[in-house]
């Protein structure tokens, strides 16, 4: 297998606006998170697949020994520590929790047409090497969840049927199954990457290979071992790093470069599997999780609340007035931003008026993050989260004290992307989190006067936006009407 170098990382910036045109002021997180370096400089070797030379990456990351099945500490093998830094490890790991990390890269779900499609596998490499180079042995601190003889990617390319079809059955309809097999059936000779190429263009935004539904079954399953994991009490929290993602992936059709629905399908999986019956689904990326939406619209022991912007996925099913169906109303909660340029304070305001207020109503047994980093400044989604909100927004989270587990969807810049996530997992290792987060918030109520009400101290559009949401769900949460 021949090996190719990677051209060096270019960084963007938001599209069709300057950073400095983003007009959230810079919050202080600097007491609870790492500080990060202003660029994650990435020097890897990929390889081409053998399936797909000439175009599918496959993540080559550091080869490391591993007990199949189980929950080990990650180690770095790119330098020797030395003796401060272990005590220093050894130190921070009387404070941590224990947060595992998977792994998943879809190596061989790439764009043939197109080989720097912004959804392909280096994005997987550049968050596992932001993580590696991260301050404080952020890396050796985690939990690496294995179940692979693999060890040339350091991903969970474990046998995918940990999952059975009842577990994708749970949220996608048997129609949409069965045409997805047939479609990536190998024993099929008439399966060639023309006849790939016409079913993708019968979805929006989405791209077939031969391994695509293997590859997007790997996700899902990785996602779902992790849940697994942290609902039986060997970890405390943990992120799934895959891809593809799945917020958009409805029950019957793929979109948004979404297969299935990972978050979904783990959402069934563990009211299924791990007796946990009422799940809180945050989902924080840049677009509206419409495939989530559709799925749970009449679930009531699943609570989703999605903050996004009000543009694609189009179709109107984003707004806040999209409540739920039947027994679920009042179980979707959308906060529509209508303009671009959102950053931190109306991102933490959402968390102080919305979120927290109805989590606590709610009492989830499990959270499970949709954490797309789209939003973040320096992305794609023209808004201004800095990576230390992300973190920040975890922390509070935590102060719920639920086993929390957050899923990769869309982020695709890699140097901010692998800074977001670095500041997640910050949090999630912190044990104290939650008294952090307690103390800032009272800073912050201190700092805009106790008596100011925080939407009066945002953008008037995002206050606008917030407060939609909150009037469409007063009939159905008594928090909201106190």
Known sequence: MKTVVEPPMIDAVCVGVSNSSCSSKKRAFSEALVPMSSTTAINSTICSSAVEEDYATVVNLKKKKKIKGSVSPTTSSTCTTSVEEEL?????????????LTFESGALHV????????????RI???RTALENAPNNLWARC??????????????SQAVDFLNDEDYLRVHLPGYMK???RIFDKNCHCCTQDRLDDEAAQYESIYFTNDSLQEAKKAATSLCMLVQQVTSDNLHNGFAIIRPPGHHATPYQAGGYCILNNVAVATAFAQAKCAAKRILII???VHHGNGTQSIFESDPTVLYISVHRMFYPYGGGSSPTCV?????RGRNVNIGWTTKCMGDDEYLAVWERLVLPMAREFQPQLILISAGFDAAQGDVGECCVTPECYGRLTQSLMTLKVPIVAALEGGYVRSVLGKCVTQVVTALLDRDSPQKSIQQDERDRIERGKDVDILDSISPVAAKNIRATIQAHEPFWECLRK
């Not at 490890?89 to 941590?96: A, L, M, P, R, S």
């Not at 739920?324 to 679920?328: D, H, I, N, T, V």
Request: proline letters at 2%; hydrophobic letters at 15%; a negative charge.
């Open 125 to 127: 490499l550049a968050i």
């Open 324 to 328: 739920g169906k039947g027994q679920g």
């Open 143 to 156: 939990q690496l969840l294995d179940d692979s003889n693999d060890t040339t990617t350091g991903t969970t």
């Open 283 to 285: 989902d924080w990326d």
């Open 88 to 100: 220093a490890t050894n130190d921070n790991q009387d404070k941590d929790n224990q947060t595992g």
């Open 179 to 181: 045409r997805l097999n």
């Open 111 to 122: 764009d043939s047409r197109n080989r720097l499609h912004r959804e392909r596998p280096t």
